[in-house]
């Protein structure tokens, strides 16, 4: 008899903990908070498979936001089992990170501007480092346009450009060149560049 009532406690134990996990993840998965590409016009994140680089190594991150400008070292880690931003100064100080798992954003830095939601940059990151078909089918079901095309620069390389478009208007712009992503919302007011550091 006591075998059994041990046996009966520990199935309900594993099926509270079971329970519970499930839970949690539901309520990461609610918490992602969707990104409004236009101001009525919005997209959720992609999961992270559909990610087509892998990068594990430092980057020179610099942007602009209205009137401010910002210079950052980050240790990017960007596969199909996460987005990881390690931010800091070229002391090395830690200045902030950001993380995406697949179901949550978690964005701390006193230094990047409070107005640009987690969940916005993860979507510019994954608007260059992403799969562009799965890219076109997410902002299409968003009633957007999302186009890819090629250019050669004047060193002869080859750069992809990526843009969304709201109708006719321009909304953002994605350069890829092999060392360098360069991001720019027109309608947001802000850029970035990320550019692979080799410590020159």
């Known amino acids: 008899m006591k075998k059994i009532c041990k046996l009966g406690i520990l199935l309900f134990a594993c099926l509270l903990a079971f329970t519970s996990c499930a839970t949690t993840k539901k309520a990461s998965q609610a918490s992602l908070r969707p990104v409004y590409i236009t101001n009525s016009k919005k997209i959720k994140l992609l999961p992270l498979e ?26 990017t880690q960007i596969d199909s089992s996460i987005i990881s931003l390690a931010l800091m100064n070229d002391m090395g100080t830690d200045m902030g990170s950001l993380i995406y798992d697949g179901l949550t954003v978690n964005f701390e830095s006193a230094f990047l501007p409070n107005q640009l939601p987690g969940e916005y940059i993860i979507s510019d990151i994954q608007n260059a480092y992403y799969s562009a078909a799965e890219l076109e089918a997410s ?10 095309s090629s ?5 002869s390389q080859i750069k992809e450009i990526r843009r969304i478009y709201d109708g006719k208007k321009l909304i953002e712009e994605i350069e890829i060149s092999e060392k360098e992503v360069y991001i720019k919302n027109y309608l947001r007011g802000y850029s970035y560049n990320l ?6």
């Open 195 to 200: 550019l692979n550091y080799d410590g020159e």
């Open 50 to 75: 559909n990610s087509q680089t892998c990068i594990d190594g430092l980057q020179l991150l610099t942007g602009t936001f209205n009137d401010s400008s910002f210079t950052l070292l980050s240790y």
């Open 139 to 148: 902002y299409q079901a968003a009633h957007l346009t999302f186009s890819v």
């Open 151 to 155: 250019v050669e620069d004047p060193d």
